[in-house]
């Protein structure tokens, strides 16, 4: 979560009021924003509809804004110190892709009913896990065909399938990838060495 830097000198309503506007993240902390019209306040990133200056009260604090009669916004989550929208929205993008890694029809349906766009997607996925999120989906994938090879007695293609793989050759590559071996010579690996 970003912070606005600390400085002797207050920031003056017209800041904050472009703060409001650009949905800046780094004024996040240094003041909230409540709109008399729906009794709602918010952190200055909030990515609600904008609201009609006329309309806009400034607060240095939650306390004040609830002091006031104003209530939490339900997307941005003042009242929360350690509210991360971005860190939220990864964390479920995650959970889909460990939920549907062997149907990439369903992930890209669930995916596109979060309302987010793929580009703004791809930024938060680098910027919380370090990865794109194609490479974490492999790593899941991978994960599962791992766990399959050691637990079970099923062919390669089947394992691939099941894993979320299109075909036998996007799996050993894949596989190579993240382990670097192949998916029979690590099986193998697990049985000492048998066949």
């Known amino acids: 979560m970003h ?5 002797n000198t207050p920031m003056t309503d017209d800041a ?3 703060a409001v506007v650009a949905c800046d993240s780094r004024a996040d902390g240094a003041f909230f924003y409540a709109v008399k019209t729906t009794g709602i306040f918010c952190r200055p990133s909030c990515n609600s509809k904008t609201p009609l200056r006329r309309n806009v009260r400034f607060f240095g604090t939650v306390d004040e804004a609830v002091q006031d ?5 339900k997307r941005c989550r003042p009242e929360l110190h350690d509210y991360d929208p971005g860190r939220d929205l990864v964390g479920q993008v995650k959970q889909v892709y460990e939920n549907h890694y062997a149907d990439i029809r369903m992930v890209k349906d669930v995916l596109a009913g979060l309302g987010v766009s793929r580009n703004h997607l791809m930024r938060l996925f680098r910027q919380h896990e370090g990865c794109t999120q194609t490479q974490y989906l492999v ?5 599962n065909a791992k766990m399959l090879l050691r ?5 390669i293609l089947e394992i691939a399938l099941a894993s ?3 075909s036998l050759s996007s799996f050993y590559k894949r596989f190579r ?3 670097g071996t192949t998916p029979t010579a690590w099986r193998e690996s697990l049985q000492g060495g048998k066949p």
Request: aromatic content about 10%; hydrophobic content about 30%; proline content about 3%.
């Open 164 to 166: 979320g793989f299109a």
């Open 69 to 73: 009669g104003f209530r939490p916004c």
């Open 139 to 143: 790593r899941v994938q991978v994960g």
């Open 177 to 179: 990838e993240i382990t």
């Open 3 to 7: 912070h606005a830097a600390q400085t």
């Open 16 to 18: 904050r009021w472009r």
């Open 151 to 155: 637990e079970t007695q099923d062919g």
